[in-house]
């Protein structure tokens, strides 16, 4: 009951709906999607502009990783420059939005299962900003992360996820930030600018995993690693992955699906995106 009383302070000037938050996996890709206008980016800008404003977004960012379960619970959340060699420029972005501490205190009372930490150091890494930034440019939605529990199998963050759902109704906007087949050690660099360049296994894994969202298989989703040879190349590490079953785990019976920004890139990564509801 506390969680509910929590999340009804924080949302008490909210108008009640019966509608609820679409969920969105996107595949986030390089962190130079935070300064380019491309394909990717568009569609980005364009989810922004088709969902209902919200009152908040909550993103599950594939770059915080984390001993335990931890949300971000500060007023002005930094932002995080988590990459090395990119142009003077990338480093130089801001992205100001404000944070929620009444909405991740409300957020980690709702999860049961475990003990969830407020955080106040951490911030808005480019699994959150690149995107995000595309979608409300002028930063005045509040922004916070849902860290990933490395220690814990794809079972757990499914599961965690369906502990979050009430929040759909209360307008917030949750976002599992990044990539579906995600290979950065196969990357064929010399091609990241040849349109839809993928090797046989990533098309094969990524038609599959679409193939698997679709028919609401997410059993086989959670236990990608008995999906053969090439589910182990699209997937050598969970990280860009987790994110996507966090969006599976919001998910309703009555939720339509759509696929987004249905590419390869670099032969090993795709940045196919999902849309729930």
């Known amino acids: 009951m506390n969680s509910l009383n929590t999340l009804y302070n924080w949302s008490k000037d909210l108008k009640d709906s019966d509608y609820k938050m679409p969920v969105l996996f996107i595949g986030h890709g390089s962190p130079m999607n935070g300064i380019e206008d491309n394909e990717f980016t568009r569609t980005w800008t364009q989810f922004g502009k088709e969902i209902p ?9 594939a770059h ?6 931890h949300i971000t619970a500060m007023e002005h959340p930094k932002t995080i420059h988590d990459f090395g060699g990119f142009p003077k420029e990338l480093y130089e972005v801001e992205y100001p939005a404000k ?22 150091e951490w ?6 900003w690149t995107v995000v930034k595309h979608m409300y440019p ?24 369906k502990q979050i759902t009430l929040l759909r109704k209360k307008g917030v906007l949750i976002i599992g930030s990044g990539n579906m087949v995600h290979n950065l050690r196969m990357v064929a660099w010399d091609k990241l ?11 094969e894994m990524n038609q599959l995993f679409k193939d698997k969202i679709s028919a609401r298989d997410f059993n086989s989703l959670i236990h990608y690693e008995q999906l053969g040879s090439a589910a182990k190349l699209a997937i050598p590490t969970p ?24 590419k390869a890139v670099g032969g090993s990564l795709t940045m196919t995106s999902v849309k729930v509801g």
Do not use: C, M
Not at 138 to 161: F, G, M, T
Not at 239 to 256: A, I, N, S
């Open 193 to 203: 600018r040849e349109p839809e360049f993928g090797y046989d296994w990533a098309i």
């Open 239 to 262: 990280d860009h992955y987790y994110p996507l079953l966090y969006t599976l785990g919001l998910q309703d019976e009555k939720d339509e699906v759509g696929f987004y920004n249905d």
């Open 53 to 61: 404003t919200p009152s908040a977004v909550l993103v599950v960012s």
């Open 138 to 161: 002028d930063a005045n939605i509040p922004v916070l992360q849902l860290s990933i529990d490395y220690s814990k199998p794809a079972q757990y963050h499914y599961e965690l996820a």
């Open 64 to 69: 915080w990783l984390t001993n335990g379960t």
């Open 99 to 120: 944070g929620s501490p009444e909405l991740a205190a409300a957020t980690a009372e709702l999860i049961t299962t475990t003990h969830v930490g407020l955080d106040h």
């Open 123 to 128: 911030g808005l890494d480019h699994g959150t």
